[in-house]
């Protein structure tokens, strides 16, 4: 248990090992479950309210774990362990969604939650196994918040329209400027806006100077115009 919380790395992690893959596996299972028992979700409340404060759970655990473990072996520092990633805001307003089901809020998690979170679980920065804390934080967390922004949207009334992804694009420029000015103040690197992570990711692909930021720009705007075609099929569909 000691090596399990510890800071050393026994075991290096593996893209696409074994482990990686069963988290995939379990993540695009209960994703699935969660789409097909989406009547289910909406109309049991007992069911439903199991589901909402087990992925509330997830994610508070997740974020309160992860910090209490940098603290506890001195590792923690403002420019690399603050929520301010998308994902940790994606967590952080998942939390507050899911404890006011607010339809602006449900809304920008869907945008900013499902497809990043996935993204990360593909390509995981993260460098212990499956044998070390941080591996099951890092997955269950990103599953949690992947989860979190679909269960949102598929058992609640709240309805995505063109302008809701527009502003959501609207609001992540505005904090994408804020998140830029702090990071040249604290000299961080939040959002990856002055680099890609030392993981190999997609965005390695997005080039270097100002076509770095072009394109950022026009991948969020695909992935929220994917993600407003992803919720018009399930809706046709459904």
């Not at 809304?107 to 939650?113: L, P, Y």
């Not at 941080?134 to 949207?153: D, E, P």
């Not at 959501?168 to 604290?186: A, E, P, Q, R």
Request: aromatic letters at 18%; proline letters at 3%.
């Amino acid at each position: 248990m000691e090596a399990w919380f510890s800071e050393q790395i026994d075991q290096t992690f593996t893209t696409f090992g074994t482990s990686h893959t069963w988290m995939l596996s379990i993540y695009l299972v209960v994703s699935l479950v969660m789409l097909l028992m989406h009547q289910t979700l909406k109309n049991s409340n007992v069911l439903h309210n199991i589901v909402r404060y087990s992925l509330l759970f997830l994610l508070i655990l997740s974020e309160i774990s992860y910090q209490t473990w940098t603290i506890m072996h001195g590792l923690w520092m403002e420019g690399s362990h603050l929520p301010l990633h998308l994902c940790g805001i994606a967590s952080l307003l998942g939390v507050v969604a899911l404890l006011t089901y607010h339809p602006k809020q449900i809304k920008i998690t869907f945008f900013i939650g499902i497809l990043p979170a996935a993204i990360a679980l593909i390509t995981p920065d993260i460098p212990h196994g499956y044998e070390h804390f941080r591996f099951w934080k890092f997955f269950v967390h990103h599953m949690a918040i992947s989860w979190t922004g679909l269960f949102l949207i598929i058992s609640t009334k709240v309805t995505i329209r063109g302008k809701d992804l527009l502003e959501t694009f609207f609001y992540l420029i505005i904090y994408s400027v804020f998140i830029f000015i702090f990071n040249t103040y604290f000299q961080t690197n939040y959002l990856y806006l002055n680099g890609p992570p030392i993981a190999g990711t997609p965005l390695d692909w997005m080039g270097e100077g100002v076509m770095y930021y072009i394109s950022l720009v026009l991948t969020a705007l695909f992935v929220f115009s994917l993600m407003y075609f992803l919720y018009k099929l399930i809706k046709k569909t459904r």
